[in-house]
């Protein structure tokens, strides 16, 4: 069974984001918020989990899962973008509209994800 392109885009984002975490931890160990214990293990798991199930979405057979994974996930760190938006040193810098835009967008990934679950 053939996969359709925007399954590949998918993966390719989560797959990058998930090498990301090794590339640049700094970055994502700044908007763990300070109430999670052991941020540099909360990055690791978030990266691997991203990687992993990013590749298993490119699998026919394992597709289904994976995005109930990344459902999963894109849950678990969904308190990420709340405390970038309410902390000032874990927002980079970005307008305050940008950051609250983020909240909601999580809902579009999560619905895009929910495309592959069936």
Same mark, same amino acid.
């Given at each position: 069974?053939?996969?359709?392109?925007?399954?590949?885009?998918?993966?390719?984002?989560?797959?990058?984001?998930?090498?990301?975490?090794?590339?640049?931890?700094?970055?994502?160990?700044?908007?763990?918020?300070?109430?999670? /214990?052991?941020?540099?293990?909360?990055?690791?798991?978030?990266?691997?989990?991203?990687?992993?199930?990013? /590749?298993?979405?490119?699998? /026919?057979?394992? /597709?289904?899962?994976?995005?109930?994974?990344?459902?999963?996930?894109?849950?678990?760190?969904?308190?990420?973008?709340?405390?970038?938006?309410?902390?000032?040193?874990?927002?980079?810098?970005?307008?305050?509209?940008?950051?609250?835009?983020?909240?909601?967008?999580?809902?579009?990934?999560?619905?895009?994800?929910?495309?592959?679950?069936?």
């Amino acid at each position: 069974m053939n996969l359709p392109w925007h399954i590949y885009l998918m993966a390719s984002l989560y797959i990058i984001a998930g090498l990301n975490h090794f590339r640049s931890p700094r970055m994502y160990l700044k908007i763990i918020p300070s109430y999670f /214990s052991n941020p540099k293990l909360l990055n690791i798991l978030s990266g691997v989990a991203e990687i992993i199930l990013g /590749s298993l979405l490119l699998i /026919s057979a394992t /597709s289904h899962f994976a995005a109930w994974g990344i459902i999963a996930l894109l849950v678990a760190v969904f308190p990420t973008h709340i405390y970038m938006y309410q902390n000032e040193k874990a927002s980079f810098g970005l307008p305050r509209w940008i950051l609250l835009l983020r909240i909601p967008f999580q809902l579009v990934l999560i619905y895009w994800a929910y495309q592959y679950t069936f």
